[in-house]
């Protein structure tokens, strides 16, 4: 079995960790404060203690702040229509229509037929400023209303 490095190398294996210690120290930024500089810090933190700015925000708030500043906020409100759409147009109603989409300030509704189109057309004033006191990040400049695809077509090829 060889012997240990710095018995080879002749160094005082006692100060050995200091000095390594001390070299990586150096190379990664990493001073040494002596004891009254770590009391100071102290003092300061807990001087510092719950005043505005200091504790974490809420989770809430934060997500808030994500939400708005990368432009999700149409999205969530869009959502928060499809899940809340029995309160805006009545549970009768809701069970026959959907909320399709949303884009360049259009909102499509899609009914299950044709009839059901038809009383929601005849709904938009009302539902346009429902959705607009309710949903105040949603920018709805028109509402669509569409009936249900027709699986009919003429010809011998469909498209």
């Known amino acids: ?4 490095i710095a018995r080879t190398l002749h160094l005082d294996e006692r100060k050995l960790p200091a000095e390594v210690f001390d070299r990586l120290a150096k190379h990664g930024g990493y001073v040494m404060r002596d ?3 770590r009391e100071e810090n102290r003092e300061k933190a807990w001087e510092s203690f719950g005043k505005p700015g200091r504790d974490p925000a809420a989770f809430g708030s934060v997500l808030n ?3 708005s500043g990368g432009h999700w906020t149409p999205q969530l409100k869009l959502a928060q229509l499809r899940n809340h759409w029995d309160q805006v147009v009545g549970p009768g ?7 399709a989409g949303f884009a360049d300030g259009v909102l499509t509704i899609r009914a299950e037929s044709a009839v059901w189109a038809t009383q929601l057309t005849y709904m938009l004033p009302q539902l346009t400023s429902t959705i607009r006191d ?7 400049g ?6 249900p695809q027709s699986g009919f077509r003429r010809g011998r090829y469909r498209r």
């Open 1 to 4: 079995m060889n012997p240990p």
């Open 35 to 37: 004891r009254r500089t």
């Open 65 to 67: 702040g994500i939400a």
């Open 93 to 99: 109603i809701a069970m026959h229509s959907t909320v």
């Open 134 to 140: 309710r949903l105040k990040g949603l920018d709805i």
């Open 142 to 147: 028109e509402i669509r209303v569409t009936g």
